[in-house]
């Protein structure tokens, strides 16, 4: 061991780069060293804490033991830099890269259109790379696994898996049929279910399935145009891989592992090199951890703030590996990853026979679920053990399972029974702190013993259980009388819990309805939760105890029964859902036959940057290199939801290392409020607060730990103020609402009500959505240094509005300041409003210290302080005809705003002007209010409030189908708009293509022989039913504001003929520079090897407009194509005068002609309005349409469900790229998928919000992919309104995920009929497993009682 303070060297490998640090610190993680010290940016942060997998790398080491490399995919941001000894890391940049060559991986996931924004494309690149190095020739299982911890938010996972799809081996059958008559079927994977291993030729996105049974245009398939040719990829060659560092394996073959420490500024870090010296250490620093996967310590200290002075990692020591066979099982090494006890499990399970492997089976089948496969490649089996997590999966499986523990200490070796004294409570075991788990006892089953686990998670992969459980039951031979038991659950209080009373009740008795009846009652008793239990969900956390129960159950009599125990007749058995992602159909029309072929308008042309998005070169905000003093900024946010501000001490935080200066409101030399309606927006509040999350104060330091570690030391004081207004029912009763509250109606809905067959009210609530764009608010304001000018690199959509807002802070005219924005890692509305308030401080920052200053939010500060999609409450009257007619509606809408008015009375507006969705409700009304709450304020978010809107139409529309007891297609289909109709806001537009729409969905997903099963499997299945929903959209385009329609351009004809083309739009990942291109390549007649978009800057194109309300190629095109058209024209001349040159000899010509090569191009857009006191306007350009069915399968005991399939035809005129508007459609698809059904944001009863990250918060991952994902682009549709007949299609499609929602309700009423409910019934959006499962009213949710509202405080509000 190394003495004093300087540590040893620490030695690793990075892209076969030898990396030798003398001052690694233990809280540095591989991600900052990456970025920050080595400057390779292709890892990306997009969580810190293993929830999302931008940061995914490679680890491979030397096992000397074996004498093999092992290769592994992990998250940087928790791999401590201090445990790479001896490791080589491949990043992103070690595989390929456009200056040399790039990887087979990066070219197909590129050129198979899986990159959007890209900022998630390093991390999905790196965990296929890895895939490959163990699997060259993967299963789609296999891939589905590898991707399962990587989330993107832009494409909606099909073309990812696509691309990597063609990686697998080829087979005759793709098993496009879902059904059990494929070709492969027979071969199980390791959880017993049919493997997929399939790749028929219709991977490539081209349609031509051999299972196709949508042969109904008469397009020989052969001629359909193809999102990608597979045949042109580059063949993937094992051999071309970095070696692994021989001198590495020289370090490992040594053998002589030497004790290393490393220390840093608040923790040294100890690497024993024998079990002894750790014993020792252990015994005499026994509060110190010991640091092995790091997935718990690592969270702790990052999100929690624990200081570990002193930490142990004993990763050398080699009995924490050792694996030992005996005759009653196996001792696994705690040390063991969780992916070598799967595999280790999975290597021994054939070699007993299956009775003796039951507990073997059970934690594979939890170790499959469990986390992602990075976290498993890490988190080791000891720490997840002594984590005593209260919802660890494995501890209630060993626990069930009689496992036991060896442990030892300078006391000695004892083994210790994994029982229910055990877990003492959270995070605490029986073990006392010395103690090391050495490795842990799994034992054989014996005959007539079975062991199950289940748990049910919010999203189905890498998620944290909602409830887990592992059961254990033993009979003797022929009998059915319970000779042992154990029941083990977590999720049911602060850590693993015995049902021991359950237990008791069922030992010594036969398994039988009578027993295990009484059994239900006692668990329901024995594991009550208090209403207000940490978590919630405690309804359903009950009823889930009982459905895993009842599942256990229904497994052990189909086990008697095999053993002749019984001959009883057997209850259905409950398959698990379906889970294989098959190839899917993308439908898009061919170029005209006479267009050039240079021509590249209405081709798939691949993403500009997806390439380099893919080998990691792609440059965000975060990437671009430290300038000399720059400083990093911090902010510090209110931790009172509405409070005056007492004082504010920074004293502690200016003593502190790196601090260089605190940011206050007082520090602002301009103006210190942004406007909006007439509401000021205070940028840092001054004397009081209205929301947990405000910010207050700035800290800014010279690196991001020490402006972190200034801004936790700021200490503010409050004085609280009476009745915050948290919820949408609150400010109702308190009349808190933003001003102008709207209202619009067309015809006499109160006289209409007295004369119509039957009047129905109700109401839905739809939850808020966080943006989750991948890349977190980032910003850097550079001060130039003279004549107070500013440059500001901006993650936005909207550099207009953050160079104006800037300006205004700074009291500095506009021309000052310079906003560029090179791509923006994803934005959805939430890169606009909140992004400008948070360049205004980071350029008071700027201002104040002469000193470039960088902010770039963590996640946890992102979602706390920026807002999300408005929560709506929305209240419906409607009255209708007894043949369905819908005569008239009453709607009111509430949104919860938060604390500032920010876009919410723009997003209320919205909401009002698409009440009708796509039906002619001749008598209308609609009154919607923003309520004014103390919570972070909330903006805008793709849809703008149309997805709220939809939502409360369909549901209202549902209702009327529901209360007259008929299918609620035809009560869509009797209400839709018919021939040229007017609008509520009386506006005259065309419903053809919504028809046409309607119709090729209907005949796409075979709807009615589809409905027609669907009935049919639920008549023969009791605890499955599926459910099949099919739902229109009407989407207007264009901003509502007329001036927000304009749109302007720069195109510089450089004299080599090059083209730099630059305009307002901003690449936020929806492709518009792609597209832009493709403009300007139509209108110069040259190829797009030509152009070039280099950024968006203010200096280049002024007064530009936001790249949102799906209008950016509409008026960025136009403006574009003006200014190519200008400098074709120019060229005209010199053309004529040499009709044979080439474009090079005409840009020559012109130069030396003295012609301008410089053009700058203008779109007025139309005069777009709303008049809301006469209620009528033009405020859309256009219509785009859509139509999705969609069909799910729906566990009713848990709610888990599945999508089995979507059809979505889409009206999108003549595409400018058909590639890049499906990734629009598939990607805001999933979206909506998650508002429906996923996304939950919760706030504890004083209005913080819990919920601040991956781990908390679930977007949609890959596991909610429907299985089959068709989408069909309406052939033959023009549009004259927008560029080259185009329609815009950003936004649409998200509410179209609403058709889940409702495939999910329809699911539900099948379950709920058969406990004879019938008619209409409340489910709230998002129909989580939880709502879903208590709306389906089983038996087990009808034994819990719910706690009466206002009897209790609830753990979360309900805003
Ligand atoms: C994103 C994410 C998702 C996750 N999802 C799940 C999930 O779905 N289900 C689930 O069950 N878990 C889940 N986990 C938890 C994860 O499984 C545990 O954090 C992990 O198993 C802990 O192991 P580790 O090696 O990383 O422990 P570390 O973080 O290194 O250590 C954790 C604790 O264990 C102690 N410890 C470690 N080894 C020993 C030993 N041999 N003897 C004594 N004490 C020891 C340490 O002192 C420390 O207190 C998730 C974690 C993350 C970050
Ligand atoms: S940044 Fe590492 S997993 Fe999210
Ligand atoms: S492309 Fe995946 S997050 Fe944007």
Known sequence: MSSGNRGDALCFFINGNKVTENHADPETM???????????TGTKYGCGGGGCGACTVMVSRYQ????????????????????????????????????????????????????????????????????????????????????????????????????????????????????GDCCLDGEKNTEGEPKQETNCSQANGAGDCCLNAEKDTDEPEQEKPRLFDKDEFVQLDPTQELIFPPELILMAEARNPQTLTFHGERMTCVFPASLEELVQLKSSNPKAPLLMGNTNIGPDIKFKGVVHPLIISPTSVMELYEVTQTPQGVWLGAGCSLSEVRSLLEKLRPQFPEEKTELFTALIQQLGNLGSQQIRNVATLGGNIMSAYPNSDLNPVLAAGNCKLSVISSGGRQEIPLHQDFFVSFGKTALKPEDIVLSIFIPFSRKGEFVRAFRQAPRKESSFATVTTGMRVFFSEGSRVVQDVSIYFGGMGSTTVSAAKTCAALIKRPWDDEVLGQAYDVLLDELALPPSTPGGKVEFRRSLTLSFLFKFNLEILQKLREMNVITDQLPEKIQPLPREIQSSLQEFQHVPKDQNNQDPVGRPIMHRSAISQATGEAVYCDDIPRTDGELFLALVTSSRAHAKITGMDMSEALQLPGVFNVITAKDIPGKKVREMFGYEEELLAETEVSCIGQMLCAVVADTRVHARQGAAAVKISYEDLPDPV?????????????????????????????????????????????HFYMETQSMLVVPVGEETEFNAFVSTQWPTLIQDAIAETLGIP??????????????????????SILACITSVAAWKTNRAVRCVLERGEDMLITGARHPVLGKYKVGFMNDGRIMAADIQYYANAGNTVDESVLVVEKILLHMDNAYNIPNLRGRGAACRTNLPSNTAFRGFGVPQSI??????????????????????????????????????????????????????????????????????????????????IKYGIAFSEGFLNQAGALVHIYKDGSVLVTHGGAEIGQGIHTKMQQVASRELHIPLSKIHISETSTNTVPNTCPSAASFGTDANGMAVKDACQTLY??????????????????????????????????????????????????????????????????????????????DIVVDIGRSVNPSVDIGQIEGAFMQGLGLYTLEELKFSPSGLLY??????????????????FNVYLL???????????????????????????????????????????????????????????????????????????????????NI
């Open 951 to 1032: 939502m409360v139409a369909e549901n209202m529309v549902n209702d009327v189908a529901a209360v007259l007891g008929r299918p609620a297609d035809q009560i869509r289909e009797t209400n839709m708009y018919k021939g040229v109709s007017l609008t509520h806001y009386k506006f005259e537009f065309s419903p053809e293509n919504l028809l046409r729409c309607w119709e090729e969905c209907k005949t796409k997903s075979d709807y009615s022989n589809r409905r027609q099963a669907v009935d049919q499997f639920n008549q023969q299945s009791c605890w499955k039913k599926r459910g099949m929903s099919i739902i229109p």
């Open 1251 to 1268: 919920t601040r990250g991956p781990s908390q918060y679930k977007i949609p991952a890959v596991c909610d992919v429907p299985l089959r």
């Open 64 to 179: 000397p033991a074996t004498k093999t490399i092992i290769h592994y995919s992990a998250n940087a941001c928790l791999l401590p830099l201090c445990q790479l000894h001896g490791a080589a890391v491949t990043t992103v940049e070690g595989i390929g890269s456009t200056k040399t060559r790039i990887h087979p991986v990066q070219e197909r996931i590129a050129k198979a259109h899986g990159s959007q924004c890209g900022f998630c494309t390093p991390g999905m690149v790196m965990s296929m790379y890895t895939l490959l190095r163990n699997t060259p020739q993967p299963c789609m299982d296999d891939i589905t696994q590898a991707l399962a911890g990587n989330l993107c938010r832009c494409t909606g996972y099909r073309p990812i898996v696509d691309g990597c799809r063609t990686f697998c081996q080829e087979t005759n059958c793709c098993k496009a049929n879902g059904a």
């Open 814 to 835: 506009s021309n000052r300041v310079t906003c560029h924005v090179k791509r923006v890692g994803g934005a959805f509305g939430g890169k606009v409003t909140k992004t």
């Open 30 to 40: 591989l991600l900052s060293f990456l970025r920050e010290k080595l400057r390779l």
């Open 1275 to 1357: 052939s033959d549709s023009h549009n004259p309104n927008a560029i080259y007949s185009s329609k815009g299609i950003g936004e649409p499609v998200l509410s179209l995920g609403s058709s889940v929602f409702f495939a999910i309700k329809d699911a539900v009423a099948a379950a709920r009929s058969e406990s004879g409910l019938t008619g209409p019934f409340p489910l709230d959006s998002p129909a989580t497993a939880e709502r879903a499962c208590l709306a389906c009213a089983s038996p087990f949710t009808q034994k819990i009682e719910a706690d009466k509202p206002g009897s209790f405080k609830p753990w979360a509000l």
């Open 726 to 770: 948290f919820t949408t029912e609150e400010a109702i009763e308190k009349s808190s609402f933003f001003e102008p509250r709207r209202m619009i109606q067309i015809g006499n809905v109160t006289e209409t009500f007295k004369s119509v067959d039957n009047i129905h009210e109700g109401e839905v609530r739809l939850g808020a959505q966080e």
């Open 1129 to 1206: 024209q120019r060229l005209e001349p010199v053309r004529q005068k040499n009709p044979e040159g080439s474009w090079e000899s005409w840009v020559q010509a012109a130069f030396f002609e003295k012609i301008s090569l410089s053009a700058t191009g203008f779109y007025k857009g139309l005069d777009l309005y709303m008049d809301w006191d006469k209620m009528e306007g033009q405020p859309y350009s256009y219509y785009t349409f859509g139509v999705c069915c969609c069909e799910v399968e729906l566990d009713c005991l848990t709610g888990d469900f599945r999508t089995l399939r979507t």
